[in-house]
């Protein structure tokens, strides 16, 4: 499982200080996602994702099953890694998948007691924060990122359960 809680961020810079003081910097990247609907189902009812990423490590297909916690965006993921970014948009669209929109962000990766935690610029959305942790025992899991989260400045209640690509489907659609 993937254990996922995220903020807003008003300070990135400030914040990507402390999270190298507190642990280790990892890398900076641009992520590129194509986001795709199926024929069979309406993943925006059904709370799935699938998504094609091409960043520096390759090229993925993940599926994102539907959020099982209220407070947090803990799902179950299965990710593929594939050779080429456009075969693999051709081939989901070949097999009735719709893209529906393309998210864009530059992603900073830190590793801090065990939690990794992404500081994101998302284009045409804005600054977040990202804990992350895979583990079987979400509860523990969720705990020990919430803990850092607060140490860290960020409350427990304004934790985000949308993802990218339902704030930015939010957006356009209140525009």
């Known amino acids: 499982m993937e254990v996922e809680a995220k903020f807003p961020l008003k300070e990135p810079d400030k914040l990507k200080r402390i999270l ?3 642990g280790s910097f990892l890398k900076k990247k641009l992520e590129e996602d194509v986001y ?3 024929p069979f189902r309406d993943f925006k009812e059904s709370d799935e994702a699938l998504r094609v990423r091409k960043d520096e490590e390759g090229v993925t297909i993940t599926y994102k099953g539907p959020k099982l916690d209220s407070e947090t965006k803990t799902r179950e993921e299965i990710k593929i890694k594939v050779d080429d970014f456009e075969k693999a948009v051709e081939l989901l669209k070949k097999l009735g998948f719709k893209p529906v929109r393309e998210v864009k962000k530059i992603r900073e990766l830190y590793e801090v007691e065990g ?3 992404c500081v994101d610029h998302v284009f ?3 600054d977040f924060v ?3 942790m895979d583990s079987e025992d ?5 705990e020990k990122i919430f803990s850092l989260a607060e140490e860290l400045g960020f409350k427990r209640e304004e934790s985000l359960r949308e993802s990218y690509l339902e704030m930015l489907e939010r957006v356009k659609s209140n525009q």
Do not use: P
């Not at 979400?138 to 969720?142: F, I, L």
């Open 20 to 22: 190298a003081e507190k």
């Open 36 to 38: 795709f609907n199926s």
């Open 115 to 117: 939690v990794l935690v």
């Open 124 to 126: 045409n959305l804005g």
């Open 130 to 132: 990202e804990f992350e």
């Open 138 to 142: 979400v509860e523990t899991a969720k």
